[in-house]
T-cell receptor, first 114, second 111 residues
Framework: NAGVMQNPRHLVRRRGQEARLRCSPM?????VYWYRQLPEEGLKFMVY????????ESGMPKERFSAEFPKEGPSILRIQQVVRGDSAAYFC????????????FGPGTRLTVL | TQLLEQSPQFLSIQEGENLTVYCNSS?????LQWYRQEPGEGPVLLVT?????EVKKLKRLTFQFGDARKDSSLHITAAQPGDTGLYLC???????????FGTGTRLLVSP
């Protein structure tokens, strides 16, 4: 009964490189959410996806960030040309539509930009 | 912009004491979740409340959703060192989509 899986758990990138964060939702869940937790700040919503569709990306920075949830495989959060301000913990959550907003979180990916 | 303010921000108590954490907003939420987060880990869901006035109990933890669905409280009875952690409330917007997280309460329970 695996929970939400995220990999890698830790990712180090130099400024200007690309970061790819992966999330596999809980079995039976078709809704994926990405949140970011900056140092000493709270969790902030980034994007909400269903299979092959972006439903709400209102929390996503307009440039350099993109997300997808393909028909097969994990959801990917992609950050191009990373900057030091992108250093944060990125959490993925999944839910089964109809369960009153219950979202179950993965362990997170901690991105460090040098 | 929906905001959730939690109080207190920090709480340090002795084992066996009772405590209450508050989560307040000027916005109405369709649901309210409470999570606990350990250092280096993701938030773990404790409870979801969806009905105004709803009270849920989970062993020594009691959760309440305000009548107007704008606020919530978490009460812990006879706290134990294992209760130490960051407690987060999160409000679900209409359509049960994105969660708006509270500012968090760091609890330390000493033996």
């Amino acid at each position: 009964n695996a929970g939400v899986m995220q990999n890698p758990r830790h990712l180090v990138r130099r400024r200007g490189q690309e970061a790819r964060l992966r999330c596999s939702p809980m079995k039976g869940h078709s809704h994926v959410y990405w949140y970011r937790q900056l140092p000493e700040e709270g969790l902030k919503f980034m994007v909400y996806l269903q299979k092959e569709n972006i439903i709400d990306e209102s929390g996503m920075p307009k440039e350099r960030f993109s997300a997808e949830f393909p028909k097969e495989g994990p959801s990917i959060l992609r950050i191009q040309q990373v900057v030091r301000g992108d250093s944060a913990a990125y959490f993925c959550a999944s839910s089964w539509a109809g369960l009153a907003g219950e979202q179950f979180f993965g362990p997170g990916t901690r991105l460090t930009v040098l | 912009t929906q905001l959730l303010e939690q109080s207190p921000q920090f709480l340090s108590i002795q084992e066996g004491e009772n405590l209450t954490v508050y989560c307040n907003s000027s916005s109405v939420f369709s649901s309210l979740q409470w999570y606990r987060q350990e250092p280096g880990e993701g938030p773990v869901l404790l409870v979801t409340v969806v009905t105004g006035g709803e009270v849920k109990k989970l062993k020594r933890l009691t959760f309440q959703f305000g009548d107007a669905r704008k606020d919530s409280s978490l009460h812990i009875t006879a706290a134990q060192p294992g209760d130490t952690g960051l407690y987060l409330c999160a409000g679900g917007d209409t359509g049960f989509q994105k969660l708006v997280f509270g500012t968090g309460t760091r609890l330390l329970v000493s033996p």
